[in-house]
Nanobody, 119 residues
Framework: QVRLVESGGGLVQPGGSLRLSCAASGSFRSISAMGWYRQVPGKQRELVAVINSDGSTNYAGSVKGRFTISRDNAKDTVYLQMGSLRPEDTAVYYC?????????????WGQGTQVTVSS
């Protein structure tokens, strides 16, 4: 049993900031990469940011310089600090983690948290 639970979404004005959190819980050996994806109606889910097990990060070009991904391994938690938010950032944000169970890594997903950027 593994669960990823996102929190921190909400309504924010353009130019504002928001911090998302995602905590993993349950029975597992370890977590490799953790990341954030987002999805709007009618579009495919897209990568926002990923932080790998070695600490390296990858960002979508549209969020570079505005968003920062980080993780706290002791808490099995990944964060996404979002700044200079734009209306086009509006989406459901999903947490993702590659988690090792029964000797193999497999992807797990949270339920999503809504982020709305609007005046």
């Amino acid at each position: 049993q593994v669960r990823l639970v996102e929190s921190g979404g909400g309504l924010v004005q353009p130019g504002g900031s928001l911090r998302l959190s995602c905590a993993a819980s349950g029975s597992f050996r370890s977590i490799s990469a953790m990341g954030w994806y987002r999805q709007v109606p009618g579009k495919q889910r897209e990568l926002v940011a990923v932080i790998n097990s070695d600490g390296s990060t990858n960002y979508a070009g549209s969020v570079k310089g505005r968003f920062t991904i980080s993780r706290d391994n002791a808490k099995d938690t990944v964060y996404l600090q979002m700044g200079s938010l734009r209306p086009e950032d509006t989406a459901v944000y999903y947490c993702n983690a590659d988690i090792r169970r029964n000797g193999v890594f497999a992807p797990y997903w949270g339920q999503g948290t809504q982020v709305t950027v609007s005046s």
